[in-house]
């Protein structure tokens, strides 16, 4: 009889999660094993998520860390679950812990004591050493961390657990995060965090299933301490649904079957409530106003009862399982929709006071609560009890404190709050201290901290519209340069208009140091519209700089001049500036103008060549973009400056690891493209199995209304070598194209010249001269795809990577002087610029977009075949263009069609006469396409000769595999020469370029290679036709075109072609044939 059994409202069983657990222990393995494996474990409210991970955490051996998302309004808590488990972990072990990092867990912590001055670190320092803290912890024994209702997390939180799973990859850390699925409405901002982090390797959704009706059953039978009978089981499966929490509700119940037991959450769990006693009753009625978790005190000082009846209370509410006790003393409802249920069901005036009464009482005595939690609880009461005056000031200051512990997405939202009850608070603008414009300016500029620079860019529209320019010159200017940088940095549009009328505003303002300081900014972004214009401005900067006699101020001018003159002088003539403003910053201890300065300087050093000495600029400018806390611009600019120069000197491992550094900051909008292109290019050259989905990603910025000329140009010349290695030169070819047409093609021989060596590499054989021994056809063919990835090509089908040798990587790299140091295969300037901290200059627009776009520059064609997205990465053998992706116009083939490739030799001739070879990289680029179009022992007896002389060794490397194709009938030399470039690729760590040195070597029948003895009858008829197409530079799909195949018998064909002529890869396949008359007839 169910009146006989006696109901646990909690089970200690689990039931019908088997499959489940398995998955967590699978993870944990491999968390075990060194990995850092996260798993993301969704279901909906009640299902168990909390008692699922209770039940693995179990026994574990590991040490386990747990701590649980808030919910407290739109705002949050920041960082609340790290809060609470780093917490927990220092009761346990002592400050110890923190191994001396006190002063900056008190960010975390404040029981810790006072953190430093906000200026004195970074908010990405601070994830860096939580990142560290798992690390240690994660060599005595695995980690687990569970971050619990991860539905209400803050954007801090989640940022932080973005780092944890996007970029620290902490060994031996398994992260376990629950989230409520049936909370995740169409807005929810956990929605896209889930997908971004669910494309990270290593990263898990796991969604909880409800019951079925046998474990239903089972579940009651152990809750109930008996086996229910099947209308009790019946009853309860219609009811409960399968929830765990709704049937252990219905089994604590009297009967489980009775009962006009509501059909809705919120009126089952009421009715648990309505059985307390009524004095129970009303302490979870103001308890659950203070959130899922509270302490004992606070509730008494809101409750205003004496304690006796407050402990009697409770301990009724305890008993019934609605509440349970917390890690911190403290209490928390045993399931937050019962604070929900309980909550809602106030009556209005109820609960604003007994909100009022909670913001009160913290306001009295912050002690109340952890001191992180003070300032936005109190924000957040205010709020509900509707008092708009008290919510605005708390906001406010809630705010302020955000900033301070870098949570600068809460401080945004926090201060759009503050907007939102503006209108409602006749006094708002004394209350706050600040006018309406100002609160605006701020929001912006928090969420620009933020990374929200869509938000940022609509406050600041906002502050605009509000603002009489005529009136205010100086702060509409101040917001005109604002947007203007936002709109360039998001990809938007070059901001001259905006630039323009800042200019003109500022004629009409009285001249001081904030006018002094914008005027600097037009500078900047005149530079990229009319450099005349733009350094008559810097000029005037630096004139006035010295009348203010401030000398912050003249450093500033003195960056702001020798950036602007940078893009328009030899760099010998812009780097004295530069030098002199460095100096003063250093000596008189001005922080982020030393930082903006050693942007700069690196950037002009790499261009000269002084690779060594621009690595030394922009290593010691990173730690004082992390002090000012500028790490996600200024800071990252210069991580990719300093990995640009590292990649030129050879020092692939360390550059590597910066750019690693730079992903982590995540930087906003464009700001990504220089780190993001040249660690692209580094995995090109190394072969990486990740390449083509950096590619892919960075190549996705060309479809950008608006990029820098100059991330523009290195994007295209990416885009050629993945095309290449992807086996489409056709795409390669379109691409180069519409490089070559660019307005700001001439100008900016920094990146034209990698892009012409790249361009030439994209040539079909019938483009140039025949070389003795049919070594040019080999090198002039275009690179297609291997077998199964990214090709290992041979040294004569890469293009003249950095340095004229073919990179031999799957995507041939050339090292731009300035655009892609070089070392790596990809020469990729770190910043809009190379590495200048503030994009150089605006890009033409498509035909009619933009006022300054260049009318006819391009055909609209054309524009879509460089702007087109990549569809779906670089797949090996499918490029980005022709019948595989209907959106690609049918102008595309048009632009390419073989009978027209002498023309883009032509092109390419012309614009390698025009351009300047100011430095040594331009002119060992000129000597390498040289030798690409014309061929000849000579011509690469040069390249290697530049090659050698500017430094870089990958470069070198690849042109020395040339030359050893160009002389190999000197076996000695050829020799050599292999060596050599075998030498070097192994120091780099360049697979591809050290398997195409040995293929070629095994070609040329020297070191120990011999040719392969195929003949005639080595291929079927079919795979003939087949090679035949491989040997026009024909893509799988266009093969299977011609042929009437599908793509994979087509890809079937070229890999049995491969085996038979004993080659590694296409190239190397259509060369063999034709030197062995396999193609004849």
């Known amino acids: 009889m169910l009146d006989l059994m006696v109901a646990s409202a909690h089970s200690t069983v689990l039931v019908g999660r088997d499959a489940d657990l398995a998955t967590l222990h699978d993870a944990f393995r491999r968390a075990g094993g060194g990995e850092a494996p996260a798993l993301l474990i969704g279901g909906e409210a009640g299902v168990g998520k909390t008692r699922l991970v209770e039940e693995f955490v179990r026994g574990l051996d590991a040490r386990v860390l747990v701590g649980q998302c808030l919910e407290l309004g739109e705002e949050g808590l920041p960082f609340a679950p790290f809060a609470a488990a780093l917490r927990e972990l220092a009761r346990h072990e002592g400050g110890a812990v923190f191994a001396g990092r006190e002063a900056e867990f008190a960010r975390l912590l404040p029981e810790l004591g006072s953190p430093p001055e906000l200026g004195g670190s970074h908010r990405g320092h601070l994830f860096e050493l939580v990142g560290a803290l798992f690390a240690r912890l994660g060599e005595q024994r695995p980690v687990v961390l569970v971050v619990e209702d991860l539905h209400w997390a803050d954007r801090s939180t989640r940022d932080l657990i973005g780092f944890l799973v996007r970029s620290a990859r902490v060994p031996r850390l398994l992260l376990v995060a629950t989230y409520r699925t049936d909370e995740l409405h169409r807005g929810h901002p956990l929605r896209p965090f889930l997908g971004e982090l669910e494309r990270v390797r290593g990263v898990h959704r796991h969604d909880l299933d409800r019951l079925d009706r046998d474990g239903t059953a089972e579940l009651l039978g152990h809750l109930l301490g008996a086996e229910p009978d099947r209308p009790t089981v019946d009853a309860v499966c219609e009811r409960a649904q399968g929830i765990p929490f709704f049937i252990e509700q219905f089994a604590a119940s009297a009967d489980p079957r009775c009962g006009d037991i509501p059909e809705t959450l919120r009126d089952l769990l009421l009715a648990r409530v309505d059985q307390l006693p009524e004095a129970a009753q009303r302490v979870l009625r103001v308890a659950a106003v203070g959130g899922t978790r509270f302490g004992h005190e606070l509730l008494a000082r809101v409750a205003d009862v004496d304690d006796a009846a407050l402990e009697s209370a409770l301990r009724s509410a305890v008993a019934a399982q609605m509440i349970v006790f917390d890690p911190d003393g403290g209490y928390e409802f045993r399931h937050a929709l019962v604070r929900e249920a309980v909550h809602d069901d106030l009556l209005p005036g109820e609960r604003a006071r007994l909100h009022a009464h909670y913001a009160q009482a913290i306001e009295a005595e912050p002690r109340l609560v952890a001191a992180d939690r003070a300032p936005a609880e109190i924000a957040h009461h205010w709020f509900c009890a509707r008092d708009h005056a008290r919510a605005l000031v708390a906001a406010g200051r809630a705010a302020d404190a955000a900033g301070r512990r870098y949570a600068f997405a809460e401080q945004a939202r926090l201060l759009e709050r503050a907007l939102e009850l503006w209108e409602q608070v006749p006094d708002a603008a004394e209350l706050l201290g600040k006018c309406h414009l100002d609160l605006l300016e701020e929001a912006a500029l928090a969420a620009i901290d933020a990374g929200d620079h869509g938000r940022a860019g609509r406050l600041t529209r906002a502050a605009l519209a509000d603002l009489d320019g005529e009136a205010e010159p100086t702060r509409a200017a101040r917001l005109l340069i604002r947007r203007a940088k936002l709109l360039r940095n998001a990809g938007k549009s070059d901001g001259a208009a905006e630039a323009r009328e800042a200019y003109r505003l500022l004629q009409l303002a009285p001249p001081d140091l904030p006018w002094l300081k914008l005027l600097g900014d037009v500078a900047y972004v005149f530079s990229g519209i009319d450099g005349d214009e733009a350094g008559r401005i810097a000029a005037q900067v630096m004139a006035c700089a010295g009348e203010f006699g401030d000398e912050a101020a003249r450093i500033a001018a003195e960056i702001t001049f020798g950036q602007v003159c940078s893009g328009h002088l030899p760099p010998e003539q812009s780097l004295p500036a530069v030098r002199r403003a460095i100096e003063r910053a250093r000596a008189s201890g001005d922080i982020p103008n030393l930082a903006h300065g050693l942007v700069n300087i690196s950037d002009t050093l790499y261009e000269v060549g002084a690779y060594a000495e621009s690595a030394a600029a922009a290593a010691e400018g990173v730690p ?199 070392v790596s295969a990809p020469p990729l300037s770190a910043s809009p610029g190379g590495a200048r901290a503030l994009p150089a200059s605006p890009l033409s627009a498509p035909p009619g977009s933009g006022s300054f776009a260049a009318p006819g520059v391009m055909s609209t064609a054309s524009w879509v075949v460089v702007n087109q997205a990549v569809p779906d990465g670089l797949a090996p053998g499918r490029g980005w263009s022709g019948a595989e992706h209907d959106h690609v116009p049918t102008a595309t083939t048009q632009e390419t069609a073989p009978d027209e490739e002498p023309g883009l030799a032509d092109l390419i001739r012309a614009a390698a006469e025009r351009l300047p070879q100011r430095h040594p990289a331009e002119s060992a680029y000129a000597a390498q396409v040289s030798a690409l179009l014309d061929g000849g022992a000579n011509r690469w007896r040069a390249a290697v000769a530049a090659w050698r002389a500017d430094g870089q060794p990958f470069p070198l490397a690849t042109a020395l595999l040339d030359y050893a194709e160009a002389v190999a009938a000197d076996r000695a030399a050829a020799t050599e020469a292999i060596t050599e470039a075998g030498a070097i690729t192994t120091a780099l760590g360049a697979r591809s370029l050290a398997g195409a040195a040995e293929t070629l070597a095994r070609r040329l029948g020297v070191g120990g290679g011999s040719v392969p003895a195929a003949g005639t009858e080595v291929l079927t008829a079919r795979e003939r036709e087949v090679l035949r197409l491989v040997a026009e530079g024909q893509s799988n799909s266009r093969i299977a075109q011609r042929l009437f195949i599908s793509p994979k018998t087509a890809s079937v064909h070229v890999s049995r072609i491969i085996a038979k002529l004993e080659v590694t890869n296409r190239v190397e396949a259509a060369a063999v044939a034709h030197r062995l008359g396999l193609l004849d007839g």
Do not use: C
Not at 703 to 715: E, Q
């Open 624 to 822: 004082h973009a992390d002090r000012v806390g500028v790490s996600r611009t200024t800071g990252v600019y210069l991580l990719a400056n300093h990995a640009e120069a590292l990649m030129a000197l050879g020092r692939w491992d360390e550059a590597d690891a910066r750019l690693a550094e730079a992903a982590r900051h995540d930087p906003p909008g464009t700001l990504v493209v220089p780190w993001l292109r040249l660690r692209a290019r580094l995995r090109l050259a190394r072969g990486h199995d990740g390449a083509e989905a950096l590619v892919a990603q960075a190549a996705a910025y060309l479809a950008k209304p608006f990029l820098n000329p100059d991330l523009r140009l290195g994007l295209l010349e990416l885009r050629i070598h993945a095309a290449l290695a992807a086996g489409d030169p056709a795409t390669a070819r379109a691409a180069a194209r519409v490089a070559l047409r660019d307005r700001y093609f001439h100008h900016l021989p920094r990146y034209s010249w990698p892009l012409l060596a790249a361009a030439a590499r994209a040539l079909p054989a019938s483009s140039f001269p025949a070389p003795p021994g049919g070594a040019r056809a080999l090198s002039a063919s275009p690179l297609l795809e291997p077998p199964g990835g990214v090709r290992a090509v041979s040294a004569s089908s890469l293009s003249a990577s950095p340095g004229g040798a073919r990179a031999v990587s799957a995507p041939p790299l050339s090292a731009s002087p300035g655009g892609a140091r070089a």
